[in-house]
């Protein structure tokens, strides 16, 4: 149960107050440097452990503001501090629900977790129902696992009978999966056209893709009224000749360096007619084609459009998208949501209230859009922020998921695996994008999978390891003295072959999300 709403009164604290369950929670106030004599409220930790996961809750309420940012950090005894491990927006006159996570790189005797309002008056924050619960690593590899067989998995009993309805006992049965249900791809670039190895290589491992760059607005159209979508054409036959699921990336981009130089020195008029232009252009011609749109690209961060053209600019973009092509679902991709809670800019509840914002406003909002470009991840904090996205009710995608290059590719992969197994664990995130297209002089963004010769880099491994573990793979049996054969399968499409005696059958099985078990009957 997740509590997002502020309330008149704080609720009980989770995991019963984890190791506070037996003792009420030390706390202190620590009063600020500044002037205005503000405190802020702090939790006394102590004996916290290297390399664990840990999970925290807290209720705050504020006095001296309608509504303020409060930020946890995290002090340790060695002087190290992690400046933010938790946020809410907060509110006056009611309390709101705080919820984040930590690991510590090393041992800490006494550390103090505190808790701070970020706007220039004086604010005071109260706090209530604290809960740290700590987690070893294999306690959240268990708990991902168990998700993972939940919510991506399926039980199936496969009965096989004769003509008669009469069940037979031994009949050998062959399952293949040969499609998956969950999206799992990479973004591309150009230099996978006529690249017959790299082709092979994306085929082999994914079933969704994005363009990099080439659908962009400074791409398909560098000079006015010069639209070439040659290039996207020829990267969205290759995927669809593959029966590959597309993103659209973007429509427009609120980063003003990333729009094209003319668009840049357009102003009013000029350039309300040349972005309708672009949105019609680009929806009109790629109706249905991609399951996905990334309308307004990291507003959070940017407001190109809205300072030119009004505030309901972006407001007027999802709502012409939507009209092109009703089908698609309109997404609001952003970075630093769930890599961190360091930039106030995007913060979770920042994200939320977008969203909200655009609803109220009367456009159609179908997605949730996480960059996920990441330095060191804090999965507890990922978690948090993907437990209160999820009451969105909205999909959710990781949509660029790398790793920065400041750290050597063994690091890379190690923190890589990290991430995908968060984001795949979690029962709201729909779909996994990787930012590892192969740029023209070989590279990648910041991490690439494999060299410019299609050879394994340690993060290609981590990726390749877990689509092998999440995948139902070739299985062979036979039915028991019911004639029955049950297996537990990943979501997707598979091929069932049965053979008894002489006779041989082949079936197809398409296994969708269900708690119940599937019961599939094959008669010979």
């Not at 609720?11 to 405190?39: C, V, W």
């Not at 698609?328 to 913060?347: H, I, P, Q």
């Amino acid at each position: 149960m997740f509590c997002w709403q502020c309330k008149s009164v704080p609720e009980k604290p989770l995991y019963n107050g984890g190791i506070f369950k037996d003792q009420a929670p030390l706390t202190q106030h620590r009063f600020s440097t500044s002037s205005d004599g503000s405190y802020t409220p702090a939790l006394i930790l102590q004996n916290l452990a290297q390399n664990t996961m840990y999970c925290f809750s807290i209720w705050v309420k504020i006095q001296g503001a309608d509504s303020t940012l409060v930020t946890a950090s995290l002090m340790a005894n060695n002087n190290s501090t992690y400046d933010c491990v938790g946020t809410v927006l907060a509110k006056s006159g009611c309390w709101s629900f705080l919820k984040g996570g930590f690991i510590l790189d090393s041992p800490s005797s006494v550390s103090i977790l505190y808790f701070q309002g970020t706007t220039d008056k004086s604010i005071n924050v109260a706090i209530a129902s604290a809960s740290v619960q700590p987690f070893t690593e294999q306690q959240w590899r268990t708990n991902q696992q168990y998700i993972i067989n939940t919510e991506r998995k399926r039980a199936v009993t496969i009965h096989v009978s004769d003509s008669h309805g009469d069940r037979l006992q031994g009949a050998s049965i062959t399952i293949e999966q040969i499609s998956k249900d969950f999206p799992f791809g990479s973004a591309i670039a150009r230099t996978i056209l006529g690249n017959l190895p790299y082709q092979n290589w994306f085929v082999e491992r994914f079933n969704a893709a994005v363009f990099e760059n080439e659908l962009k607005w400074y791409a398909t159209e560098p000079e006015q009224g010069k639209v070439n979508y040659t290039i996207p054409d020829q990267m969205l036959e290759f995927v669809l000749a593959n029966q590959i699921v597309a993103r659209g990336h973007n429509i427009f981009w609120e980063d003003p360096k990333y729009n094209p130089a003319w668009v840049r020195d357009l102003t009013g008029p000029d350039l309300k007619s040349a972005v309708n232009f672009r949105i019609q252009s680009l929806m009109s011609k790629y109706k249905e084609e991609f399951i996905h749109w990334d309308v307004s690209n990291e507003m959070l961060h940017f407001d190109f459009y809205e300072e030119r053209l009004g505030p309901d600019a972006t407001l007027h973009f999802y709502k012409t998208a939507h009209e092109a092509d009703p089908l698609a679902s309109l997404f609001l991709n952003e970075f630093n949501v769930v890599e961190t809670c360091t930039d106030v800019s995007t913060t979770v509840d920042t994200y939320i209230d977008k969203i909200r914002e655009l609803e109220r406003g009367g456009s159609s909002m179908n997605g949730i859009g996480l960059e996920s470009h990441f330095s060191k991840p804090n999965p507890p904090l990922m978690r948090a922020i993907l437990d209160k996205l999820a009451t969105l009710k909205l999909p959710i995608w990781l949509t660029e998921v790398d790793i920065s290059n400041k750290f050597d590719k063994e690091t890379q992969a190690i923190y890589l695996e990290q991430v995908l197994r968060e984001g795949f664990s979690h029962p709201a995130v729909d779909g996994i994008m990787l930012w590892t297209a192969i740029h023209p002089n070989g590279g990648c963004y910041q991490m690439c999978l494999t060299d410019y010769n299609l050879q394994n880099l340690p993060a290609g491994d981590t990726v390749d390891k877990l689509l092998r573990e999440w995948e139902t793979g070739v299985g062979n049996g036979r039915t028991d003295d019911h004639g029955s054969y049950s297996f537990f399968g990943f979501l997707g499409e598979y091929k069932i072959m049965v053979q008894y005696g002489n006779r041989t059958t082949n079936s197809t099985l398409s296994l969708s999300q269900s708690d119940e078990t599937k019961h599939f009957n094959i008669q010979l």
